[in-house]
T-cell receptor, first 115, second 114 residues
Framework: AQSVTQLGSHVSVSEGALVLLRCNYS??????LFWYVQYPNQGLQLLLK??????LVKGINGFEAEFKKSETSFHLTKPSAHMSDAAEYFC?????????????FGGGTRLMVKP | ETGVTQTPRHLVMGMTNKKSLKCEQH?????MYWYKQSAKKPLELMFV???????ENNSVPSRFSPECPNSSHLFLHLHTLQPEDSALYLC?????????????FGEGSRLTVL
């Protein structure tokens, strides 16, 4: 069965500092991996996804993530944090069962950005 | 604008009320989902509908009753709720079998049960 672990439920960085949000997954098949962002009282918005091909994936708002099969990781990074990046971030892996496509989500990481 | 619209955005109800949440998707997808998001808890998948048929029901109490009249609309009927049911309810849609598995979410309905 697929699962996702996000290390650190809360991460705090200073404005302009590197953002690193960690995600490790387990999957019995080649994974499709996703990062979503959620701003307060809003739904989840796709930041980026990895399916096949290039392992470094670029997303919106300057974020990127690298798929590392040997480490079963898909960490999210941004070189320089902005105040508007403060939000909750969710990593997810695709599952297929009799219900069709499903996503298994990690517990989320709340990113705080200090001025 | 994600193509998935939820109404109402905010709802306050007493424990004896009956209300409904509505979700509409304009993406041509054939699967729709209800998720519950409570404070300090992971996202909880509640129901999955595919082609108007319920294909997954994750042990949700019967006070939550889903309805999917067609592939574009999904409802969550609420009755005799408890204060612990207060949460953000998220609707999502996707192609059931095709595509990457990406879910498209609505903005959510914030429910407060008094």
């Amino acid at each position: 069965a697929q699962s996702v672990t996000q290390l650190g439920s809360h991460v705090s960085v200073s404005e302009g500092a590197l953002v690193l949000l960690r995600c490790n997954y387990s999957s019995s098949v080649p994974p499709y991996l996703f990062w979503y962002v959620q701003y307060p009282n809003q739904g989840l918005q796709l930041l980026l996804k990895y399916t096949t091909g290039a392992t470094l994936v670029k997303g919106i708002n300057g974020f990127e993530a690298e798929f590392k099969k040997s480490e079963t990781s898909f960490h999210l990074t941004k070189p320089s944090a902005h105040m508007s990046d403060a939000a909750e971030y969710f990593c997810a892996v695709r599952t297929i069962n009799n219900a069709g496509n499903m996503l298994t989500f990690g517990g989320g990481t709340r990113l705080m950005v200090k001025p | 604008e994600t193509g998935v619209t939820q109404t109402p955005r905010h709802l306050v109800m007493g424990m004896t009320n009956k209300k409904s949440l509505k979700c509409e998707q304009h993406l041509g997808h054939n699967a729709m989902y209800w998720y519950k998001q409570s404070a300090k808890k992971p996202l909880e998948l509640m129901f999955v509908y595919s082609l108007e048929e319920r294909v997954e029901n994750n042990s949700v109490p019967s006070r939550f009753s889903p309805e999917c009249p067609n592939s574009s609309h999904l409802f969550l009927h609420l009755h005799t709720l408890q204060p612990e049911d207060s949460a953000l309810y998220l609707c999502a849609s996707s192609p059931r079998w095709a595509g990457t598995g990406e879910l498209f979410f609505g903005e959510g309905s914030r429910l407060t049960v008094l």
